[in-house]
């Protein structure tokens, strides 16, 4: 057990160090790399380049290089976007992105395909029932791991809070900041001039290192896999050809109930876009300065956190209808209070209410769709994880790519839009499930089988 603990806690923190740097990274993109909509156009990029990536690459760097090795070069992949960040320009930011989105989907496949073998000859050896033990595993990955987003957005508050370009913010200033923005490159002055580069490119080296070190955990730390197991996933693996996974994906279309399910699923993808890339600038950092954007960040990353465990727990006694109901009502809420708001440096605890309350919600919706594709998909998982990660991440596209055009008013009607659509079309689910099985309610059956929360994230 020594050994394979050893193992789960160097991928565990090997990916806290990384996405430590990434997770900071993302938060920032709309306030520091704001002219000409570069950083949220490079987010765009990245999410589109992860959507091939996750279709093709995995089945075959996986074969190539092995777990291990994958792992580690995906993990380089991260590195070059912080790198890109360096000397922030279309040449720079918009290649890495394309990198780094490529390097992601392996990482995640290698990752999830290292802990199972792991738990799986530990299970053998000890005698014990395998999938105790490769929950067990990725119980303590998610316990490290999920850090990684206050650990990345602290640090990139108080190197930024040491600034010493902070403005006095007028009233003529703020009237620039809220849902009705003025829709200009330098709407982040109004809250503080952009920070030194001395302070940029500390807080970048810190990401950088910190990259770095993830590289060389994985490299130096971690056993490759050698066993019968691993031999059978790579002929597993061989069998998964480009177009056979392409098609595998795209036939599952055929049922009813995934294209209902697509609203739902981008939905994901628009409302943490709104939230990391216009809340974050429009608000935030125009109403209070870009060293605040690490903290509201936290806000939103701890309140995700703890409720995500909670509604897992719970999604068994009040079932998973009424939690999607929680979630749209909150999520509801807090659009309409950002139409009416007009955000004011005086009112400081709004700013962290939001993202709490916003929190709360993408906690359900991470958790319970894929519970819900688990559920209804239980004989096709693969494919329907596939679209899952396909429609989310087209949905980050979309709500990137339109970021700098429109409004932040237009941009939360759309939200709003998406978010009923979605509601509607899962309520056609629950009926279609309800009427194909009668006397067994779809939200008494056992909700799990899909992957955690984070694993359909960056």
């Given at each position: 057990?020594?050994?394979?603990?050893?193992?789960?806690?160097?991928?565990?923190?090997?990916?806290?160090?990384?996405?430590?740097?990434?997770?900071?990274?993302?938060?920032?993109?709309?306030?520091?790399?704001?002219?000409?909509?570069?950083?949220?156009?490079?987010?765009?990029?990245?999410?589109?380049?992860?959507?091939?990536s996750?279709?093709?690459?995995?089945?075959?760097?996986?074969?190539?290089?092995?777990?291990?090795?994958?792992?580690?070069?995906?993990?380089?992949?991260?590195?070059?976007?912080?790198?890109?960040?360096?000397?922030?320009?279309?040449?720079?930011?918009?290649p890495?992105?394309?990198?780094?989105?490529?390097?992601?989907?392996p990482?995640?496949?290698?990752?999830?395909?290292?802990?199972?073998?792991?738990?799986?000859?530990?299970?053998?050896?000890?005698?014990k029932?395998?999938?105790?033990?490769?929950?067990?595993?990725?119980?303590?990955?998610?316990?490290?791991f999920?850090?990684?987003?206050?650990?990345?957005?602290?640090?990139?508050?108080?190197?930024?809070?040491?600034?010493?370009?902070?403005?006095?913010?007028s009233?003529?200033?703020?009237?620039?900041?809220?849902?009705?923005?003025?829709?200009?490159?330098?709407?982040?002055?109004?809250?503080?001039?952009?920070?030194?580069?001395?302070?940029?490119?500390?807080?970048?080296?810190?990401?950088?290192?910190?990259?770095?070190?993830?590289?060389?955990?994985?490299?130096?730390?971690?056993?490759?896999?050698?066993?019968?197991?691993?031999?059978?996933?790579?002929?597993?693996?061989?069998?998964?050809?480009?177009?056979?996974?392409?098609?595998?994906?795209f036939?599952?279309?055929?049922?009813?109930?995934?294209?209902?399910?697509?609203?739902l699923?981008?939905?994901?993808?628009f409302?943490?876009?709104?939230?990391?890339?216009?809340y974050?600038?429009?608000?935030?950092?125009?109403?209070?300065?870009?060293?605040?954007?690490?903290?509201?960040?936290?806000?939103?990353?701890?309140?995700?956190?703890?409720?995500?465990?909670?509604?897992?727990?719970?999604?068994?006694?009040?079932?998973?209808?009424?939690?999607?109901?929680?979630?749209?009502?909150?999520?509801?809420?807090?659009?309409?209070?950002?139409?009416?708001?007009?955000?004011?440096?005086?009112q400081?605890?709004?700013?962290?209410?939001?993202p709490?309350?916003?929190?709360?919600?993408?906690?359900?919706?991470?958790?319970?769709?894929?519970?819900?594709?688990?559920?209804?998909?239980?004989?096709?998982?693969?494919?329907a994880?596939?679209?899952?990660?396909?429609?989310?991440s087209?949905?980050?596209?979309?709500a990137?790519?339109?970021?700098?055009?429109?409004?932040?008013?237009?941009?939360?009607y759309?939200?709003?839009?998406?978010?009923?659509?979605?509601?509607?079309?899962?309520?056609?689910?629950?009926?279609?499930?309800?009427?194909?099985?009668?006397?067994?309610?779809?939200?008494?059956k056992?909700?799990?089988?899909?992957?955690?929360?984070?694993?359909?994230?960056?």
């Open positions: 057990m020594e050994k394979n603990l050893k193992n789960v806690l160097v991928i565990s923190f090997g990916f806290l160090l990384l996405f430590t740097a990434y997770s900071g990274l993302q938060s920032l993109q709309s306030s520091l790399n704001s002219e000409e909509g570069l950083g949220v156009a490079s987010l765009s990029v990245l999410y589109a380049a992860l959507t091939l996750s279709m093709f690459l995995p089945p075959v760097i996986i074969k190539k290089l092995g777990c291990k090795w994958t792992i580690a070069a995906s993990m380089c992949c991260y590195v070059t976007y912080s790198l890109g960040n360096f000397y922030a320009s279309w040449y720079t930011l918009i890495t992105s394309m990198i780094l989105g490529l390097g992601g989907a990482l995640w496949s290698a990752k999830c395909t290292y802990l199972t073998i792991a738990g799986t000859l530990y299970a053998e050896k000890a005698g029932n395998a999938k105790d033990i490769i929950n067990q595993y990725f119980g303590i990955f998610f316990l490290v999920q850090t990684s987003g206050v650990w990345g957005n602290l640090i990139s508050s108080l190197i930024l809070s040491q600034s010493s370009n902070k403005v006095e913010i009233e003529k200033d703020l009237e620039c900041c809220g849902a009705y923005n003025c829709l200009t490159d330098t709407t982040n002055s109004t809250g503080s001039e952009r920070p030194s580069n001395s302070l940029i490119y500390t807080l970048l080296g810190v990401y950088t290192a910190s990259g770095v070190l993830a590289v060389l955990l994985v490299s130096i730390f971690l056993d490759q896999i050698k066993s019968d197991q691993a031999e059978t996933e790579k002929e597993k693996l061989e069998a998964s050809s480009f177009w056979s996974t392409l098609l595998a994906t036939r599952h279309l055929k049922d009813k109930r995934q294209c209902l399910l697509i609203p699923t981008m939905y994901s993808g409302e943490q876009a709104f939230l990391s890339g216009d974050s600038k429009s608000y935030v950092t125009c109403a209070l300065g870009i060293q605040y954007v690490g903290y509201m960040m936290i806000c939103f990353a701890g309140v995700n956190s703890l409720c995500s465990l909670l509604f897992g727990k719970i999604s068994q006694f009040t079932g998973r209808k009424l939690l999607f109901a929680l979630a749209t009502v909150m999520n509801t809420g807090c659009i309409i209070a950002l139409l009416l708001w007009k955000p004011h440096p005086k400081l605890a709004v700013f962290f209410v939001i709490a309350l916003w929190g709360l919600s993408d906690a359900v919706w991470q958790t319970q769709t894929n519970a819900l594709y688990g559920i209804l998909f239980e004989k096709n998982k693969e494919a994880f596939a679209n899952y990660r396909l429609w989310e087209i949905g980050f596209v979309i990137f790519a339109y970021s700098t055009k429109l409004q932040v008013y237009i941009k939360a759309i939200l709003l839009s998406v978010l009923v659509l979605s509601m509607v079309t899962y309520g056609a689910v629950e009926y279609l499930e309800t009427k194909s099985s009668p006397g067994t309610p779809a939200a008494t056992k909700e799990n089988g899909g992957p955690h929360p984070q694993e359909t994230r960056m």
